[in-house]
C-alpha cells in the first residue's frame, strides 16, 4: 500500500521516486590469498601469488518505468549486486648486489560483476546482467631494473668523469579493458544508454593503418527495452617503455646531486 506522504505528484514531473528494497542488507566481501616463495639462486627469487575475491548482497540501483500511478519513474535500490574476481600473478626479483637489481611481475585474471557503472544508466530491470567487469584486466606486465656502471680508471679526470654513472629502464604492458558498445538516445528522463548487440563473423574493429576504430556494421542498434551484450568488445591495449641515465655528483659524504635524463 501507498504511504498517504506519496499520494500528491512531483513538483518536476521527471523528478524519481527514491526507494529501497524489503529487508535491505549489509554488503558482504571475502577475500583469498596464497603465496607461494622460492629462492632459485643468490639473491634471485621467484613468487607466485594467487588471489580471489568475491562480493555479494552489493547495492544496485534500477530505474522502472510506468511502475507508479503517480512518479514516472522510481529508482529502487536493492541487494542484488554481486562481483567476482580472480588473477594468478608470478614476479621474479633480484635484489642489489654488484650494481645490478631488477623485478618483473606477470598477472593473468578475470573480474565479472553484475554493477559496473554503466549498469546505473539503464532503465531496466535486466540491466543486471552477469558479464564482464569494466575492471576487467586480463594480462598485465612490468619490469624495471638498475644497474651501476663500473670503474675503469683508477685516478685522475678519467675517473672524475667517468664514476657514479648509473642506467635504469621500465617497462609496463597490458591488454585492453572491455567496451560497452552502445547508443545513447533520448527519453522523458533525459539521455539513456542503451547496449547494442554484435553481429556474428564481423570484425568489431575497421582494418585501417594508422588508427583502428569501432566497425558499426559489427553491431546492431538495439530496439526499444532491448539489451545488448555487455562488454562485448575489447579496447586498445597499452605499452610504455621508459630509459634514464644518472650522474651523481658527490660534494661530500653527505651532500651530493643527482642529474638523470629520461
Excluded: C
Excluded at 583502428?212 to 526499444?224: I, K
Amino acid at each position: 500500500s501507498r504511504d498517504v506522504l506519496f499520494n500528491s505528484g512531483p513538483a518536476n514531473q521527471l523528478s524519481p521516486l527514491i526507494l529501497f528494497g524489503e529487508n535491505i542488507r549489509t554488503p558482504r566481501a571475502w577475500h583469498l590469498f596464497a603465496e607461494y616463495q622460492q629462492e632459485l639462486f643468490d639473491r634471485l627469487s621467484v613468487t607466485a601469488t594467487y588471489t580471489e575475491s568475491f562480493g555479494s548482497q552489493l547495492f544496485s540501483a534500477v530505474t522502472r518505468r510506468g511502475a507508479d500511478p503517480v512518479y514516472q519513474y522510481i529508482r529502487i535500490t536493492k541487494n542484488d549486486g554481486s562481483s567476482r574476481h580472480r588473477s594468478l600473478q608470478f614476479r621474479l626479483e633480484r635484489r642489489f648486489s654488484r650494481g645490478f637489481s631488477f623485478i618483473s611481475r606477470y598477472s593473468i585474471g578475470k573480474t565479472t560483476d553484475n554493477i559496473s557503472p554503466d549498469t546505473f544508466r539503464e532503465t531496466n530491470d535486466s540491466s543486471l546482467i552477469k558479464g564482464l567487469s569494466d575492471l576487467d584486466l586480463r594480462q598485465q606486465f612490468s619490469a624495471s631494473g638498475s644497474y651501476d656502471l663500473p670503474q675503469f680508471f683508477d685516478g685522475g679526470i678519467a675517473r672524475k668523469v667517468f664514476e657514479d654513472w648509473s642506467l635504469s629502464a621500465s617497462v609496463n604492458a597490458r591488454s585492453g579493458f572491455p567496451v560497452d558498445v552502445g547508443t545513447m538516445r533520448v527519453n522523458d528522463f533525459g539521455l539513456e544508454f542503451q547496449r547494442a548487440g554484435r553481429i556474428s563473423g564481423v570484425s568489431p574493429y575497421l582494418d585501417e593503418t594508422t588508427t583502428r576504430r569501432l566497425n558499426p556494421a559489427a553491431f546492431s542498434f538495439p530496439q526499444t527495452n532491448e539489451i545488448g551484450e555487455r562488454n562485448s568488445v575489447r579496447g586498445f591495449g597499452f605499452f610504455q617503455l621508459d630509459t634514464t641515465v644518472r650522474r651523481r655528483f658527490r660534494f661530500t659524504n653527505e651532500i651530493g646531486l643527482d642529474v638523470s635524463l629520461n
